[in-house]
């Protein structure tokens, strides 16, 4: 099971160190609706979250608040 | 030296002015009945074997790779082992590739340098073919496509290598779409979901859009099926949703998104890629206003979702003529629209 920074951190292909709360999620890469949709699915299948809002969050601060208010999958 | 008796290289095919002197299967001064195999010399057609037509001891007047033109003296046979054979016959053999009667007669008609077969063989005339059709192709590059894109091209190539491929579009409404989808919360990170999803239920409405041409006849799917063209990283995919018609938007919606990841993670498997009855291709991202995508295999429509110009955008709808008219493809395509305008 990944983390939420493992998550992220794969999906804009950066190590994971570089991701802190001020990570923007709206950058090139990152933005398409393709990626919205693969971050959706990985955040329901490595931490049982059920967060559509995850693909309006604009930055990792924003996605961890989202995904701790999201009910299970 | 009347004793010496030339053997020489047979005249197999007309289209030779040489042939090549693979293998001696006689040693050197060695005695040879009537009937012995003395070599192998390759024509522009095969490997032959030359034989004695009396007996004797064997001279020879080439070496194994010699040219020899037909005609030519390759050897001698002798009434003793030691008997003195005529040198100028043994001079025969030539240098340089040999040319095919008709590969000469294409060299001389299209102007083409000999020397360019240097280090060849026997040459024909597919060698002179392919020479011409490489000297014609300067400039150009070729390299062996992937393997994907030969089982896609494959996969393609099935179902429109027969089709009488038509296509009709119809404009729908920017707007109309963004409210639709803004009712449809479940599609928010994937818009086009909705369309599949309307489209799920517009094929049970069109049962002969799920279905393919076969020998005159029309083969219905049971299932509903819908695959959605997925072109990232990973290379061209089109994952299927089976079953797409009983699915709720939320099941829809989530299959979408575990398919993308899969994608993602190039987990798509097998069962994943495989079964499609009906195909939608978003090039909308692309900013691509009007496209004709291609039928895959053992279908018979597709339908393309366009990028908005002028606050619409088309759904283009490509179909098997064989199964399908205009009309009906009109009919679908306004049903598909209703359905989707109607959550506006």
């Known amino acids: 099971m990944k983390s939420l920074k493992e998550i992220v951190a794969g999906l804009a292909s950066v190590p994971v160190e570089e991701i802190d709360a001020f990570f923007a999620l709206d950058r090139p890469g990152l933005d398409s609706s393709l990626k919205r949709a693969v971050l959706i699915a990985s955040i329901r299948k490595n931490l049982g979250k059920h967060c559509m809002e995850a693909g309006r969050a604009k930055t990792f601060s924003e996605l961890e608040d989202a995904v701790a208010k999201a009910p299970p999958a | 030296m009347p004793d010496a008796k030339p053997v020489r290289v047979p005249q197999e095919t007309v289209n030779d002015e040489r042939v090549r002197l693979v293998r001696w299967r006689v040693e050197e001064g060695a005695p040879v009945e009537p009937g012995a195999v003395l070599a192998e010399i390759e024509t522009s057609k095969s490997v032959l074997e030359v034989t004695a037509g009396e007996g004797g001891f064997l001279r020879r007047a080439a070496s194994e790779g010699d040219w020899v033109p037909v005609g030519g003296v390759f050897c001698y046979l002798t009434v003793h082992a030691d008997d003195p054979v005529p040198a100028a016959e043994a001079g025969a053999k ?168 899969a994608y993602h993670e190039d987990e798509l498997n097998v069962e994943r890629l495989s079964g499609g009855t009906f195909t939608i291709t978003d090039l909308s991202g692309e900013g691509v206003t009007r496209f004709d995508p291609l039928i895959n295999a053992a279908q018979s429509a597709i339908l393309g979702v366009a990028a908005p110009e002028g606050g619409s955008f088309e759904l283009c709808l490509a179909f098997d003529h064989r199964l399908h008219e205009g009309r009906s493809a009109a009919a679908f395509l306004h049903v598909l629209k209703s359905r989707i305008t109607a959550r506006a």
């Open chain 2, 94 to 261: 030539t240098e340089g590739p040999a040319f095919s009667r008709k590969a000469r007669a294409l060299l001389e008609k299209e102007g083409v340098d000999p020397a360019a077969f240097s280090g060849m063989g026997m040459v024909r005339e597919e060698d002179v073919r392919r020479h011409l059709a490489s000297a014609s192709a300067k400039g150009v590059r070729r390299e062996p496509l992937s393997a994907r894109k030969r089982s896609e091209n494959a996969a393609l190539s099935g179902g429109g290598a027969n089709a009488l491929r038509s296509l009709a579009a119809l404009r729908c409404s920017e707007e109309a779409y963004r409210r639709a989808v803004e009712r449809a919360p479940a599609f928010e990170a994937t818009p086009s979901g909705l369309i599949l999803f309307e489209a799920a239920r517009t094929l049970k409405e069109f049962p002969l859009f799920n279905a393919y041409y076969a020998d005159g006849d029309a083969a219905y799917y049971d299932g509903v099926n819908v695959g959605f063209v997925v072109d990232g990283d990973r290379g061209l995919r089109v994952p299927v949703i089976h079953g797409a018609d009983s699915k709720t938007e939320d099941e829809t919606a989530r299959e979408i998104q575990d398919l993308l990841l």
